[in-house]
């Protein structure tokens, strides 16, 4: 982005940025903004432009409306990609707060997105009959898993499973495609991160349940469907619990 200047009232700014590979075109509309206003929000897109990196379209559209009356300000924005186009929308009284919170939605999306990229692959293993359960780095401590679920030690439990977070994260990004009500919730409502919590916390609680004759990464993919279906049905209920569930393992001795 280029600097800014003080907009005067009904004013329509536009800048745009093609010196990264993520081009950029802001809007501002009846705003009054600095050029550090704008230089802070051009900082603010690290994280996307990260992400987007290995798309070879990627076109950024933010418009942003000052409501006189009201002193809110409401942005919206637009990220055209590579066979795919995401929206995310924000208010908030600081220009900035709603933008930052747009671009951190837009950054679960994309997450999900390329996620998503690989499902058609996958689905035609698994009606090959070729499809293989969650694999983790290194195999799991099942005594020390049996331990912590006898001593009802949700944070222990998670450090033994750790292993799992990140195949387990790779698995549940392609399956959501499955769900697009899911998939919309994305980078609003909830995240990947939000769906991986849900799994292990359905695995704790369902643990005495698993056969012995099934492998525990096979156990826990099995685990993704319920677990999706169980958020879309109660989406505010699910949400508490799995915020429980991180209290639980950021406290628990």
């Known amino acids: ?13 536009k800048y745009s940025d093609l010196s990264h590979n993520l081009r950029i075109e802001l809007d501002m509309k009846n705003c009054r903004y600095s050029a550090g206003t704008v230089e802070k929000m051009e900082a603010g897109l690290a994280p996307l432009r990260k992400v987007v990196r290995d798309f070879p379209l990627s076109d950024l559209y933010i418009t942003a409306y000052c409501h006189q009356r009201t002193g809110y300000h409401h942005v919206k924005t ?16 600081d220009l900035y707060a709603a933008y930052h919170r747009c671009v951190r939605k837009l950054v679960n ?38 331990e912590a679920v006898r001593d009802g030690n949700y944070r222990r439990y998670r450090q033994a ?11 549940i ?25 849900e799994v292990f916390l359905n695995s704790f609680e369902k643990y005495d349940e698993r ?21 879309l049905r109660d989406p505010v209920g699910e949400l ?14």
């Open 240 to 253: 508490e619990n799995i915020e429980f569930a991180r209290t639980m393992n950021e406290t628990t001795e």
């Open 161 to 171: 499973t750790d292993v799992y977070e990140e195949p387990l994260r790779k698995r």
């Open 1 to 13: 982005m280029d600097s800014g200047h003080l907009g005067r009232k009904g004013e329509v700014m």
């Open 78 to 93: 637009a990220l055209v990609l590579t066979g795919r186009t995401l929206f995310t929308g924000d208010r908030d009284s």
């Open 109 to 146: 999306k994309v997450e999900a997105y390329i996620a998503s990229l690989s499902q058609k692959p996958e689905m035609a293993k698994q009606q090959k009959g070729t499809h293989h359960e969650v694999v983790p780095t290194q195999g799991p401590d099942i005594e020390r898993l049996n």
């Open 211 to 231: 056969p012995e004759s099934v492998r525990f990464g096979q156990w826990i993919e099995d685990l993704i469907d319920p677990s999706i279906k169980a958020v």
């Open 173 to 197: 990004g392609r399956w959501i495609v499955r769900y697009p009500e899911l998939e919309n919730m994305l980078g609003s409502d909830l995240s990947l991160a939000d769906i991986v919590e």
